[in-house]
């Protein structure tokens, strides 16, 4: 099947200039170009979590991720999808529960070491196993304790689909990620 005609964005609208995506795009082309389409995918600034789970002999795993998104509240699920090249797959697949901590702003070198590939993430971090023994990172600002319902092979990355069997909150700005860089939360609209 061809692919459509996309509309992709190759510059951005001059200085004092409304953004529109006519006057911000190169125009359309039938190939998408892939670092423009990472690029304008950054735009949509998010959180950032730590997903951790457990494999079968107790060792803590865990990757930063911001693909973690709310889907339902009744019943309450969140999404959240593994690259499938990700040391990680195994044990998220062989895992029923995981938990999600999302991070507070003072935990940037937390998701920049969470964030490469190494054997012990958890080496020096703190944090307390729940109840299925997955690791509650100390200083989140929030931690949802999940329960995977589906797995899907969507493109390049596993989709997970998880019900929340536990959460908790905590006062604290969260740490933010846009355009490929962290950001500490601004002036409130
Ligand atoms: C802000 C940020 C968000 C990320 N989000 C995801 C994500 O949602 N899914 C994913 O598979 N990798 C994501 N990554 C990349 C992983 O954290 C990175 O590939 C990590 O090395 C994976 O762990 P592993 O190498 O132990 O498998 C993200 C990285 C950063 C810095």
Not at 25 to 35: F, W
Request: with cysteine; net charge negative; glycine share 8%.
């Amino acid at each position: 099947m061809a692919l459509p005609h996309l509309i992709q964005a190759a510059h951005t609208a001059s200085p004092g200039v409304v953004p529109t995506p006519s006057n911000a795009a190169g125009g359309a082309s039938a190939a998408l170009d892939i670092p423009a389409l990472r690029r304008a995918l950054g735009q949509f600034g998010t959180g950032v979590t730590v997903i951790a789970t457990r494999t079968v002999s107790g060792e803590m795993v865990g990757l930063t991720a911001n693909s973690f998104s709310a889907l339902s509240l009744e019943p309450p699920l969140v999404t959240w999808a593994l690259r499938l090249a990700s040391h990680n797959l195994a044990v998220f697949d062989a895992a029923d529960t995981f938990v999600v901590n999302v991070l507070a702003e003072a935990q940037v070198d937390l998701s920049r070491k969470f964030a490469t590939h190494a054997a012990n993430k958890f080496e020096g971090v703190a944090y307390a196993p729940n109840a299925q023994g997955d690791p509650l990172i100390h200083g989140a600002t929030a931690w949802f304790e999940c329960r995977t319902v589906s797995r899907q092979t969507v493109g390049d990355h596993r989709l997970f689909i998880a019900q929340v069997d536990r959460f908790t909150s905590a006062e604290g700005a969260p740490l933010l990620f846009h355009a490929g860089a962290y950001f500490t939360l601004g002036s409130q609209l």
